[in-house]
């Protein structure tokens, strides 16, 4: 089932908010049944049944017959009801569509799209459909990632739609390495690297008509705490999580919050004509430029050194055969020392 949720209400139980509320301030410490009961005007049968449900939330509550109830860990969930209190935007993420399991965040996305206000988004657990670019597949294993699509409504030209792959792409790199300290870069257009290894992907799909765009959906997924067993073998040489590479556990909800914030400042910037601005910024992470590449589309591939991201955000390849090329969208492969490319 799907549920929408917004800021004000949670969508929740309103109870239930209040004994989380409650057990929250009183993390490690019981506090007991008759109390619960006489603050919130409920039976004690009532408190104990909303205990359980939140037991099933993935709260971790001990009860003592004498002692009441202590909370001890709070879920590690992206659920509305932890995230919204830790979003202090104005529009991305003040709606809120949360799904334990989904195919494809980004397919929600287009189904919400036509009817829901800008700045919606579209939250999973787990994808058992993740795409990537081009028909691939993104692996989206349940609870280690953010699997993550935002609903813009610009009004902007089509054509200048892949820019927004750039805003999205400063947004979250900016938020991984202010939350968790990994020093992660930019591999043009679409990719989060550390140390060549992707971290995050950004699949920026739209519809449009010829001059007016409907909705862009900018789908972003991030491995956060991943193990190297989540990745088919395939991908363990070319594909990475924080905690890999940090060597801990980063608390995935405060990540989210930071890159909803991130999202909304870029975006904004773009909007108020801030574009060459961001497109600086995005170089100072690049880790294409001045690279030897090979940049290819679903038709054409060429050989070069990048010489510049442009102030639109193109790839200016100086060309192997003579000449520059300028590439609007593609995949890149890198040189190796070894004169090979990958990916
Ligand atoms: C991307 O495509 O990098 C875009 C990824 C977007 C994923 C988000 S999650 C939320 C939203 N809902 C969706 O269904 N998708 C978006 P591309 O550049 O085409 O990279 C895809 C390639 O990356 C695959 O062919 C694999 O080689 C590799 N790959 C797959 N899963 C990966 C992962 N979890 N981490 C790193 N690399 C991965």
């Known amino acids: 089932m799907i549920r929408r949720y917004n800021k004000i209400t949670l969508g929740g139980n309103v109870v239930k908010e209040k004994i989380l509320r409650v057990l929250k301030n009183n993390i490690n410490e019981y506090i007991s049944g008759e109390e619960l009961s006489i603050q919130l005007n409920i039976s ?10 939140l037991k099933d939330l ?18 590690n969930s992206l659920h509305p009801r932890e995230l919204s209190p830790l979003i202090e935007n104005s529009f991305i993420g003040t709606e809120i569509t949360y799904i334990e399991q989904v195919g494809s965040t980004n397919e929600i996305a287009k189904d919400l799209a036509k009817t829901c206000k800008e700045g919606t988004i579209v939250l999973a657990e ?6 990537g670019r081009l028909g691939r597949n993104w692996v989206s294993p349940k609870g280690g990632g953010i699997w993550l699509s935002v609903i813009l409504k ?21 938020a991984i390495r202010e939350e968790t300290g990994l020093a992660v870069g930019i591999k043009w257009p679409n990719d989060i690297v550390f140390e060549g290894r992707k971290v995050a992907g950004i699949l920026t799909e739209m519809s449009a008509e010829i001059d007016k765009i409907n909705y862009i959906i900018l789908g972003i997924g991030i491995n ?31 990540l989210l919050a930071s890159v909803l ?28 430029l001045g690279k030897m590449v090979v940049v290819s589309n679903f038709k054409d591939a060429w050989e070069g050194t990048v010489e510049d991201i442009d102030f639109e955000g193109a790839l200016i390849l100086r060309l192997a055969t ?15 020392v070894s004169g090979d490319y990958a990916e």
């Open 44 to 53: 004690r049968t009532a408190v104990w049944k909303h205990m359980n449900s």
């Open 224 to 254: 956060v705490n991943l193990d190297r067993k989540d990745f088919p073998s395939e991908l363990t040489d070319r594909a990475t999580s924080i905690k890999e590479e940090l060597g801990r556990e980063v608390v995935r909800i405060q």
């Open 126 to 131: 787990e994808q058992i459909g993740g795409k």
């Open 322 to 336: 003579g000449g520059t090329k300028r590439i609007i969208s593609g995949e890149v492969s890198l040189r190796s």
């Open 154 to 174: 610009p009004d902007i030209n089509p054509a200048e739609a892949p820019r927004l792959t750039s805003v999205a792409a400063l947004a979250v790199v900016k």
């Open 58 to 75: 993935g709260y971790i509550i001990e009860s003592q017959p004498k002692l009441g109830y202590k909370l001890t860990k709070v879920a």
């Open 261 to 288: 914030e991130k999202i909304e400042n870029e975006y904004q910037r773009f909007l108020q004509g801030q574009l060459a601005a961001i497109i600086n910024e995005v170089k100072e992470y690049s880790q294409t």
